[in-house]
Structure formats: C-alpha cells, structure tokens
Nanobody, 122 residues
Framework: QVPLVASGGGLVQAGGSLRLSCAAS??????MGWFRQAPGKERDFVAA????????YYADSVKGRFTISRDNAKNTVYLQMNSLKPEDTAVYYC?????????????????WGQGTQVTVSS
C-alpha cells in the first residue's frame, strides 16, 4: 500500500491553531480519516470524511474545535485544529478507509503514513 503523507504539525501554544494536510500520491481515496496517538496511549479516532465531503464524523473531544475537509482535485485531506489544548498533543495520522464498518475503527483503514507531531504547550 502506498502510504499517505501527513504534514503541518508543529509546536503551538494552548488556544492556537494548526492545519494538517494529508496527501495521496496520484490517487483519490474514498473515505478518509485522521487518528492520533499520544505517548503511552493507544491510537484514537479524531475525524473522518466521506469522498464527497458531505458526511463528517468527529470524536467528542474535538467537536466544535476541529474541522475535516478535502480537496479531491489535489488528492488532499485537511484537518483544521483551533482552540488547541495540551491534551491534543500527539502524533497525528491520516489513513484511507478500506472496508466497511464504523468510521471510528482504525482496523477499517489502510495506507497509514508516518504521522506528523503536534505539540501544544500550556
């Protein structure tokens, strides 16, 4: 599987914003998702978006602060993160949904990339 490339992470103060990008080389995937993994914790679902962009899902912890979107002409999915909190600190991964089942289940995804580090200081 060709990995997706996530970028846009960095160090930001609490209350700040970042926009992550997830690029697919030469193809457009159907449903896409963002997950994150904090040190010593399991990887958690953050957000997902359908191919058309008309359906989105969010983890309760990020609703109202994060927005997932996509530009299929650029084969890119975005995650706009506002009002960041120290607990948002994690490596953020994007992935393509490869099979049916819940959007929140990471086992339904593939083409995982290397992730991008987001660090929010208090």
């Amino acid at each position: 599987q060709v990995p997706l490339v996530a970028s846009g992470g960095g160090l930001v103060q609490a209350g700040g914003s970042l926009r992550l990008s997830c690029a697919a080389s030469g193809r457009t995937f159907s449903d896409m998702g963002w997950f994150r993994q904090a040190p010593g914790k399991e990887r958690d679902f953050v957000a997902a978006i359908s191919w058309s962009g008309g359906i989105t899902y969010y983890a309760d912890s990020v609703k109202g602060r994060f927005t997932i979107s996509r530009d299929n002409a650029k084969n890119t999915v975005y995650l706009q993160m506002n009002s960041l909190k120290p607990e948002d600190t994690a490596v953020y991964y994007c992935a393509a949904k490869m099979r049916g089942g819940p959007f929140q289940n990471e086992y339904n995804y593939g083409h995982w990339g290397q992730g991008t580090q987001v660090t929010v200081s208090s």
